[in-house]
């Protein structure tokens, strides 16, 4: 009941702010003056974030028909009845707060703390692969290669964390050795894509997905529970049986939880979502607001144009990488030295999802460091609304995963929306010239016109310097 | 306009009226499943077939729950989805899987009214230290609370091992699935050796086994393995335990490519492809729905807090006599080799540990690496 | 050296009909990240249809017609789930790399939803009475005849839809790259402001490549699924997808340095995983077995040899210009 009432109220608060709205726009309008609101909405990071939510909204709402197209088939023993759709179309938006169900059987919402905590412990590393991918992005790397560097940074973390004995020096300190061995070593990992991206031309997509399976391969030698020269660090213990290597919280290592346990108890947080934020923070910094993350940046809009501002884009782009490959293994070590998880070892077979998440992670952000930390954790947070739908009702756990796909895929619309929030596209068209003022201009605003001016200019530049350009 | 908001008051309405009423929300019976999916044509789905087979039988409400992340499901993860579980109105928990121990210590321990069954596994302990003399002490309570309820795969193992000797093959293949870490298929690869090595020795035969937990570890077929198979096949090979969830596609595709068998494992696998002979299997459904009945019948008691062993004594391994098709080893002879597993005459270690690299007097096994 | 072929093959053909696919999405000028979930889809659908067909108790006889109705089916689904990727880049001019994204995404989720509908199991296979392979004897090969080595790559245990991929690869490729029609695709995803300017409609030629990287795609799927998966679709394909992307690259975005490069993977893939039973020379002798080398090293070969070569041959790489741009009329 009480989500009941609290969808009224939502409802009627933006119905009523909808109404004032249009009422003041068409009276300031007639009078030629601007309110605040319209002021607001001029700014061009309002219509990014509404045409976000517009793009969030669909995914789900398509994914709700999803829901209702189901009903009445048979899964797992028993059909989907029309309870089974309503709790779960309740789930979807409001799964994380769900509390259980009350005397009548109804879904009841609140402060959960095991789900809530549990989603910003998923979102940590998310955060991460996600800048990883975001960061490449900004130099014009697609950064695929995140399930590779993430794996280095775990095996770096756990045998840096395992190995210092822990007798000698304090967890407190090994803790820190560890991660920023991972994220070195995770940095070493990735700057092999952009040495061959800077110096031999080789396209990063290729090297990425090689070095992504060599990676796999590399940890699970390293780990081999007969070959390896790590294998001392598995856990011979009844119930792990060699499968996993120690949690680090064998030595002691453990992520301290700055009482975020209290504020979400019962779940796995602790204070890595914190370090994640910050670096989020710090990424935005440096991309946003200092010179080296401007030459960063001209070297992905345009090369060339960098390189005749006397940037060094071999540079530039190898240091990118290194960067972006640091971050996804700082995700790995966040994740594994929490001292609950541990690493299944043999995974040559199979790369880790986390990695490939990124790449969504950051595209939903438009590889903003700050957007990143909300698409993580909205994520995460499907994440959690799927496990509440499969635990509550009769649906089955892939519904979630299908409404964050087509999130992503309508967030692919962001621009259109945009452009039609800002009145350069007209729902309904009157005139045709308004198309072709609609130009894409969505992640290289400036490095698509300058381009084609350019065009001449680097053609000249493409004869003396190495081949293609990508 | 105003229609619009009219019809979208009705429709609220309506939710809210339909949200108000009663509905089933409580399940009695929970199964949590292990690493891989609920249907896995093998672990997770037998077991979940008991469950099933018995609510239904007994009109008893039931439920699966999946521990969050999948294979990177921590001990938190599984916890999780055991309180779920409990939170929905569980009065017995069946988990699968001997990787659910500390979770399920964990809740067990908070949770004494409900009763758990813990399939492929031992009963459990709940470690505590207490302050005496100053001192720390460690104590353990044992839970009667959880009924362990374990396989004896090399028994089956064992079987089928025999069994294809016996037919007059003396080239076999063993591969596993989980890498060589999963307790179940190791012992059922020992039993594997265990019985082509007597089987041998009877009839004074030198076996050739090549035993592999490559390309194994997710359980799940593949064109890696599958070429590895048919590389065992080409070379000679005659009959290939594939021991492990939907592995069996690739060794199906190797065998029928080179005229091989295939000898499947858990459940009878002679359905899905003909080049299966027998199959190693286990009664996870069986032995399920036979704990779940001493639940219901109030007799928990008696398997709670305690290991059950559930082998050939118990019926709950065997080779599938309905679909026999071996020919020079009969359906009479394998009861008579059964009766004496059964009776105990017969001893099979089930320390698997270390069998790829043993030294066996009647079977060569080429641990491919 | 028949098996060492023979395996080559089964990670060879989809590694090189899905590149393919590939290349003609970005010779349009559309990049088409969604191959691993084209792959994907295109696999269920084909299984999928062969199962229905064959409970509904037509064709039980008729396996190697059943196998031409899944090829086709496959292609189709594929060509029809890369519509939305087609869509998303060409009519509403969205990112292709996020709208690649999200088909890889959408396609193990939705397959897997639906498996677990229609089946109430993890996978969906063909029914296991049916054998799509050809034997010796099918060839009219008497059983005790010795076979030389072309009958024994070509004549007995073979997938005749490895074939029908071969011969589409050549047909597409020559169609890519002698007629009229293939010069226009591939002008689109040079230079679609000067294609435009000739009268050429890009946005429909873009659409075109798309989908039939969406049908072959998908066809590569069905294969991976019929040859390497034993007839089971499960919502993957083992990272193919992505792999036939870097074979794409590694291959120039040109049809026969792609076949050479999904030829040096897919031996290199053989190798790794069957090293212990290749015959090079035909003497008994499995000299690859017997230097002690870990599987590991074998295993990162594959990856290891591509990323050499690349070391050497990628100065003279060219991707399609206009790759990953909308095309406007407005911009010239």
């Known amino acids: 009941m009480t989500f009941i009432f609290l969808f009224l109220i939502l409802a009627v608060i933006i119905g009523g702010f909808s109404v004032y709205a249009i009422l003041t726009t068409k009276k300031a309008k007639a009078n030629g003056y601007e309110t605040w609101l319209m002021k607001f909405y001029a700014k061009d990071s309002v219509k990014t974030i509404i045409s976000s939510v517009t793009a969030i909204l669909l995914g789900l709402l398509v994914g709700c028909l999803f829901l209702i197209m189901f009903v009445g088939s048979e899964m797992s023993g028993r059909s989907i009845s029309g309870f089974d759709l309503i709790d779960a179309l309740q789930l979807i938006f409001f799964g994380g707060f769900n509390t259980g169900r009350n005397e009548f059987g109804s879904l009841i919402y609140g402060w959960n703390g095991v789900s809530l905590g549990n989603m910003l412990f998923r979102a940590t590393p998310l955060i991460l692969t996600g800048l990883s991918v975001g960061v490449a992005y900004k130099t014009g790397l697609f950064n695929i290669g995140a399930p590779g560097q993430y794996l280095m940074g775990t095996a770096a973390a756990l045998i840096v964390s395992l190995t210092i004995p822990s007798d000698v020096i304090p967890p407190f300190i090994i803790w820190i050795i560890a991660f920023l061995s991972a994220i070195i070593a995770g940095a070493l990992w990735a700057s092999i894509v952009g040495l061959f991206k800077a110096f031999l031309n080789v396209n990063e997509v290729i090297t990425c997905i090689m070095t992504n399976w060599i990676a796999a391969i590399l940890v699970t030698s390293l780990f081999d529970k007969t070959t390896g020269p790590f294998n001392f660090l598995l856990d011979p213990s009844g119930d792990k049986n060699y499968k996993f290597v120690y949690k680090t919280a064998h030595n002691g290592v453990e992520t301290i939880k700055l009482g975020l346990d209290k504020l979400f108890p019962g779940s796995q947080i602790n204070a890595g979502i914190i370090v994640a934020i910050l670096i989020a923070i710090l990424m935005f910094i440096i991309i946003n607001k200092t010179t080296f993350g401007y030459s960063l940046k001209s070297c992905g809009s345009n090369k060339h144009a960098a390189q005749y501002a006397g940037i060094n884009s071999k540079l530039y782009i190898t240091l990118s990488m290194a960067i972006a490959g640091g971050l996804a293994a700082a995700g790995a070590a966040l994740y594994y030295l929490s001292g609950n998880t541990e690493f299944t070892w043999s995974t040559y077979q199979s790369l880790p999802a986390i990695g490939f998440n990124g790449i969504p992670v950051a595209l939903l952000a438009s590889c903003n460091p700050i957007g990143i930390i909300f698409s993580a954790s909205f994520m995460a947070y499907l994440d959690i609304s799927g496990l509440q739908i499969r635990n509550m009702t009769m649906y089955n756990e892939y519904i979630s995963s299908i409404v964050s796909a087509l999130i992503v895929y309508f967030s692919a619309f962001a621009l259109i929306f945009k452009q039609i929030l800002s009145g350069k596209i007209k729902l309904f068209r009157k005139k045709k010239e308004d198309i072709s003022n609609a130009v894409d201009t969505r992640f290289k605003e400036e490095d698509y016109n300058v381009d084609k001016k350019e065009e001449t200019d680097s053609k000249e530049v493409e004869t003396t310097e190495e081949g293609g350009t990508e | ?369 | ?332």
Not at chain 2, 89 to 94: H, I, L, S
């Open chain 2, 1 to 369: 306009m105003k229609r619009l908001i009219a019809l979208l008051l009705a429709v609220i309405c309506a939710v809210v009226l339909v949200a108000c009423g009663q509905r089933q929300s409580t399940f009695e019976i929970a199964f949590v499943t292990d690493i891989g999916q609920l249907m896995d044509k093998s672990f997770n789905q037998g077991t979940w077939e008991g469950v099933e087979k018995y609510a239904k039988d007994n009109k008893k409400s039931y439920k699966y729950y999946q521990p969050a992340n999948g294979s990177d499901a921590t001990d938190d993860d599984r916890y999780d989805a055991m309180k779920a579980a409990i939170d929905n109105g569980a009065k017995v928990v069946v988990c699968a899987g001997f990787m659910q121990q500390t979770a399920l210590t964990k809740i067990a321990h908070e949770n004494k009214d409900v009763s758990f069954i813990f399939i492929d596994g031992y009963p459990l302990n709940w470690k505590y230290t207490v302050q005496e003399d100053g001192k720390d002490v460690e104590k353990s309570e044992l839970l009667t609370n959880v009924a362990g309820i374990a396989f004896m795969e090399e028994q089956s193992g064992y079987l089928a091992g025999y069994a294809c000797v016996k037919e007059g093959y003396t080239k076999l293949g063993f591969s596993g699935g989980g890498g060589g870490t999963n307790p179940a298929c190791q012992r059922f690869g020992y039993g594997f050796i265990q019985g082509a090595n007597d089987a041998a020795k009877e009839d004074s035969k030198q076996i050739a086994m090549k035993y592999s937990w490559k390309y194994g570890e997710s359980f799940s077929a593949g064109a890696d393995l599958q070429t590895m198979l048919e590389g065992w096949y080409s070379t000679g090979t005659e009959v290939v335990f594939s021991c492990g969830g939907s592995m069996c596609n690739s060794a199906f595709a190797a065998a029928k490519a080179n005229n091989g068998k295939v000898v499947g494992v858990d459940v009878d696998q002679s359905g899905e492809s003909d080049t299966v002979i027998t199959s190693a299997t286990k009664g996870l459904q069986s032995g399920t729905m036979w704990a779940l009945a001493k639940f219901y019948a109030g007799k928990f008691s008696e398997i709670g807090g305690k290991g059950t062993s559930l082998g050939a004594a118990d019926d709950a391994v065997c080779l599938p006599e309905a679909t026999w098709s071996l020919k020079n080893f009969t359906v009479d002879q394998y009861k008579a080799l059964f009766a004496k597993v059964k009776a105990g005459t017969i001893t099979i270690d089930n320390n698997p540990e270390g069998a790829e690299t043993k030294t066996y007097s009647n079977v060569t096994v080429d641990f491919v690496r």
């Open chain 3, 1 to 332: 050296m028949a098996f060492f072929i023979q395996q080559t093959l089964v990670f060879m053909i989809p590694l090189m009909i899905v590149a393919l696919a590939g290349t003609f999405s970005e010779r349009s000028g559309v990049i088409n990240l969604a191959l691993e979930g084209i792959m994907i889809f295109g696999a269920f659908i084909g299984v999928l249809f062969i199962k229905i067909i064959s409970d509904a108790g037509l064709g039980q006889d008729h396996a190697q017609l059943l196998l031409i109705i899944g090829i086709l089916a496959a292609m189709i689904g594929g060509g029809i789930f890369s519509l939305l990727l087609a869509v998303s880049a060409i009519n509403l001019k969205a990112d292709q790399t996020i709208g690649g994204t999200a088909l890889n995404l959408l396609a193990p989720a939705l397959v897997m939803f639906l498996i677990i509908i229609i089946t109430g199991s993890n996978t969906i296979n063909t029914p296991a009475s049916l054998d799509f392979m050809l034997y010796r004897g099918d060839f009219g090969i008497a059983e005790g005849k010795e076979l030389n080595l072309f009958e024994q790559i070509f004549m007995n245990k073979v997938y005749l839809s490895n074939w029908y991929a071969l011969g589409l690869y050549v047909i597409l490729s020559v169609i890519l790259y002698f007629t009229k029609f293939g010069l226009r695709l591939r002008s689109c995803g040079e230079h679609p402001q000067a294609a435009d300017s000739v009268g050429i409609n890009v946005n429909k030629m873009r659409y075109i490549g798309v989908t039939i990287s969406g049908t072959l795609a998908g066809l590569g799927g069905f294969l991976f699924a019929l040859t390497a998966a034993g007839g089971a679709s499960t919502g993957d394909v083992a990272g193919m997808g992505f792999l036939a992307l870097a074979v794409m690259i590694f291959g120039n975005w040109n049809p026969l340095t792609i076949a050479g490069a999904a030829f040096v993977f897919g031996a290199c893939k053989c190798i790794a995983s069957g090293y212990q039973y290749i015959d090079i020379n035909g003497d008994g002798i499995y000299a690859l077995a017997n230097l002690g080398i870990s599987k590991y090293v074998y295993m990162i070969l594959p990856y290891a040899i591509t990323l050499i070569i690349l070391a050497f041959t990628s100065k003279n790489s060219h991707a399609p210009k206009a790759e990953g741009q909308p095309f406007d009329h407005g911009q010239r």
